[in-house]
């Protein structure tokens, strides 16, 4: 007899968890165990069972000698495998059931757990157990031993790739009698088994998931949402093991990778980047129905933030709002989101009030009777642009919006004119496109205003089709300042074709160069000497100016 390597499987009921130990118990090198903890758990809570006295009088529910004697005792094979309930997870039990073996985690969605759950005893959500699963999860992540954990949906549609996976998790090598077993009882079930093993007894392996469910019972329906946040906090975190299962697409790489872990404000709290969500009754998602800014953050101010607001209110109001929230209110989100990720520079806010949830899905904004839904999204985020060496544009075919159709002065979310100019700009391998108007002049392009340098004399074309960007204005202050000459009239694409000096002007970019537009070279290809002068002029004016964000006070 030599010490056997365990392995702990933890679940909530009803999780195929049982199917799992008759996988494992197929295998030529593994014992099983059926819950061992499960008399232990039963003495110390007092939770009552149809076979409570007789488990208690046949099974060991002293924890220490569980845990030390049969746990982790001596074997006649290389790994054991021990099934747990999370809520078997008592207090007192012995620090070695985690800190030994391997851990395993296995979750299930509540909606398949709960219709069937009822059969024994009544569903509720210190039963379910998935808060415990979650609380285990950190500890042994707090211990180091970072558990992997695998869906049972997933075990259902590809079974062998999820085994495998799992096994190459676990360092042991996968077996193909791992994916079939005689149906019945089996000599390793717990005598709960006529309870609750009837379904699993008929298996001979793990079944594909029902093409449609059945009917989730209402009666249920508070316990589920209580129960999902901390299945879906697991499911996050599952083992991805194949292409043929629900998440084809790798996790792509962020192009700021400490935007992985922010916060952000959605409603009225402010919630973890992966609960940054709005209802799919937000007008937002029925109809693109908000208004938007964008602004940034240098050294500890919010650059242009009052202009900002000022633009955000007046689209609102174009837009028929009601319900929005005070200026000082949004001002506050903002403040309190900031400091809470600690941007105080080279951040950008997203910062957007929808119209707000419906009672019911539709167009009328008669629906909208919840209030207006505001989003404050920060990111550390540079200028987006190549503001060094420059940029290089093409002409979309996709025109600018008339205000005959929807007015440009007023910054909405509907925004599929520009992104089909932005695919335009995408398909030529170029950084954006510039959208004419009606008539063929230079309005703006997909996501910046535009100007030009012809002889010293500095253009940009009237705000009658684009908006008249924030940034924009502040540009042509500084080109006032600075003595150049400013003029602003409808300018055709042949002038930009042939101007000495191009930029763009946006918060995202700031004023970023232009060297190439539709293949023609821009003057002589590099940063013009105009256009270096305003962008150290606007350097210097974000440096100056800007709302001071309120410093973290810890009285």
């Given at each position: 007899?030599?010490?056997?390597?365990?392995?702990?499987?933890?679940?909530?009921?009803?999780?195929?968890?049982?199917?799992?130990?008759?996988?494992?118990?197929?295998?030529?090198?593994?014992?099983?165990?059926?819950?061992?903890?499960?008399?232990?758990?039963?003495?110390?809570?007092?939770?009552?069972?149809?076979?409570r006295e007789e488990l208690l009088s046949k099974m060991e529910s002293d924890g220490?000698?569980?845990?030390?004697?049969?746990?982790?005792?001596?074997?006649?094979?290389?790994?054991?495998?021990?099934?747990?309930?999370?809520?078997?997870?008592?207090?007192?039990?012995?620090?070695?059931?985690?800190?030994?073996?391997?851990?395993?985690?296995?979750?299930?969605?509540?909606?398949?757990?709960?219709?069937?759950?009822?059969?024994?005893?009544?569903?509720?959500?210190?039963?379910?157990?998935?808060?415990?699963?979650?609380?285990?999860?950190?500890?042994?992540?707090?211990?180091?031993?970072?558990?992997?954990?695998?869906?049972?949906?997933?075990?259902?549609?590809?079974?062998?790739?999820?085994?495998?996976?799992?096994?190459?998790?676990?360092?042991?090598?996968?077996?193909?009698?791992?994916?079939?077993?005689?149906?019945?009882?089996?000599?390793?079930?717990?005598?709960?088994?006529?309870?609750?093993?009837?379904?699993?007894?008929?298996?001979?392996?793990?079944?594909?998931?029902?093409?449609?469910?059945?009917?989730?019972?209402?009666?249920?329906?508070?316990?589920?949402?209580?129960?999902?946040?901390?299945?879906?906090?697991?499911?996050?975190?599952?083992?991805?093991?194949?292409?043929?299962?629900?998440?084809?697409?790798?996790?792509?790489?962020?192009?700021?990778?400490?935007?992985?872990?922010?916060?952000?404000?959605?409603?009225?709290?402010?919630?973890?980047?992966?609960?940054?969500?709005?209802?799919?009754?937000?007008?937002?998602?029925?109809?693109?129905?908000?208004?938007?800014?964008?602004?940034?953050?240098?050294?500890?101010?919010?650059?242009?933030?009052?202009?900002?607001?000022?633009?955000?209110?007046?689209?609102?109001?174009?837009?028929?709002?009601?319900?929005?929230?005070?200026?000082?209110?949004?001002?506050?989100?903002?403040?309190?989101?900031?400091?809470?990720?600690?941007?105080?520079?080279?951040?950008?806010?997203?910062?957007?009030?929808?119209?707000?949830?419906?009672?019911?899905?539709?167009?009328?904004?008669?629906?909208?009777?919840?209030?207006?839904?505001?989003?404050?999204?920060?990111?550390?985020?540079?200028?987006?642009?190549?503001?060094?060496?420059?940029?290089?544009?093409?002409?979309?075919?996709?025109?600018?919006?008339?205000?005959?159709?929807?007015?440009?002065?007023?910054?909405?979310?509907?925004?599929?004119?520009?992104?089909?100019?932005?695919?335009?700009?995408?398909?030529?391998?170029?950084?954006?496109?510039?959208?004419?108007?009606?008539?063929?002049?230079?309005?703006?392009?997909?996501?910046?205003?535009?100007?030009?340098?012809?002889?010293?004399?500095?253009?940009?074309?009237?705000?009658?089709?684009?908006?008249?960007?924030?940034?924009?204005?502040?540009?042509?202050?500084?080109?006032?300042?600075?003595?150049?000459?400013?003029?602003?009239?409808?300018?055709?694409?042949?002038?930009?074709?042939?101007?000495?000096?191009?930029?763009?002007?946006?918060?995202?970019?700031?004023?970023?160069?232009?060297?190439?537009?539709?293949?023609?070279?821009?003057?002589?290809?590099?940063?013009?000497?105009?256009?270096?002068?305003?962008?150290?002029?606007?350097?210097?004016?974000?440096?100056?100016?800007?709302?001071?964000?309120?410093?973290?006070?810890?009285?």
């Amino acid at each position: 007899m030599e010490e056997v390597e365990v392995i702990h499987s933890w679940s909530a009921p009803r999780s195929l968890s049982t199917c799992l130990v008759y996988s494992f118990a197929q295998r030529e090198d593994m014992e099983v165990l059926d819950e061992p903890l499960y008399a232990t758990f039963l003495r110390l809570t007092g939770v009552n069972r149809p076979y409570r006295e007789e488990l208690l009088s046949k099974m060991e529910s002293d924890g220490n000698k569980v845990v030390k004697e049969v746990i982790f005792g001596p074997g006649g094979k290389k790994y054991r495998f021990c099934k747990h309930m999370a809520k078997q997870h008592v207090p007192c039990l012995p620090d070695d059931l985690m800190k030994k073996g391997k851990h395993i985690i296995l979750i299930r969605n509540p909606l398949d757990i709960l219709p069937s759950f009822d059969k024994v005893v009544p569903p509720s959500f210190q039963e379910l157990g998935l808060a415990d699963l979650v609380s285990i999860y950190s500890e042994l992540c707090q211990l180091g031993k970072r558990p992997v954990i695998i869906d049972s949906d997933d075990l259902q549609r590809d079974p062998e790739a999820t085994l495998r996976g799992l096994c190459e998790d676990l360092d042991i090598p996968f077996q193909t009698a791992m994916l079939r077993w005689e149906a019945g009882p089996k000599p390793i079930d717990g005598l709960w088994a006529p309870w609750w093993y009837e379904s699993v007894h008929k298996s001979t392996g793990f079944s594909p998931p029902r093409e449609y469910p059945a009917p989730f019972p209402l009666s249920l329906y508070e316990l589920l949402e209580q129960s999902l946040p901390f299945y879906n906090m697991l499911r996050r975190r599952v083992r991805k093991t194949s292409s043929l299962l629900k998440t084809p697409l790798p996790e792509p790489d962020l192009p700021v990778p400490e935007n992985k872990k922010l916060l952000a404000w959605v409603g009225d709290e402010i919630v973890p980047r992966d609960d940054a969500k709005v209802s799919v009754f937000d007008s937002i998602v029925q109809g693109g129905d908000g208004v938007w800014e964008g602004l940034r953050v240098y050294n500890g101010k919010i650059f242009k933030l009052e202009e900002h607001l000022d633009r955000l209110f007046d689209s609102a109001k174009a837009l028929a709002f009601i319900n929005v929230p005070s200026r000082e209110e949004v001002k506050q989100a903002i403040f309190r989101t900031l400091i809470r990720n600690g941007m105080m520079d080279n951040a950008h806010i997203r910062l957007t009030l929808t119209r707000g949830k419906k009672v019911t899905s539709g167009m009328s904004p008669a629906f909208n009777l919840y209030g207006c839904t505001l989003i404050v999204l920060p990111e550390w985020k540079p200028p987006v642009y190549d503001n060094a060496h420059g940029i290089t544009l093409v002409t979309a075919t996709t025109r600018r919006n008339s205000p005959n159709s929807l007015d440009s002065k007023i910054h909405h979310n509907n925004l599929l004119n520009n992104i089909l100019a932005k695919v335009e700009g995408n398909n030529a391998n170029a950084d954006d496109a510039i959208m004419l108007d009606k008539d063929g002049y230079i309005s703006e392009t997909n996501a910046t205003n535009i100007f030009l340098v012809k002889k010293g004399r500095v253009l940009t074309p009237h705000a009658d089709y684009c908006l008249p960007g924030i940034t924009r204005a502040s540009v042509m202050e500084l080109v006032v300042k600075e003595k150049f000459i400013l003029e602003e009239r409808r300018i055709s694409l042949s002038e930009f074709h042939t101007a000495d000096e191009v930029w763009t002007t946006g918060t995202m970019g700031e004023l970023s160069p232009v060297v190439k537009l539709d293949g023609r070279i821009i003057g002589d290809g590099k940063v013009g000497r105009v256009t270096r002068r305003l962008q150290k002029a606007y350097k210097k004016l974000t440096e100056e100016s800007g709302v001071p964000i309120p410093t973290y006070n810890s009285n």
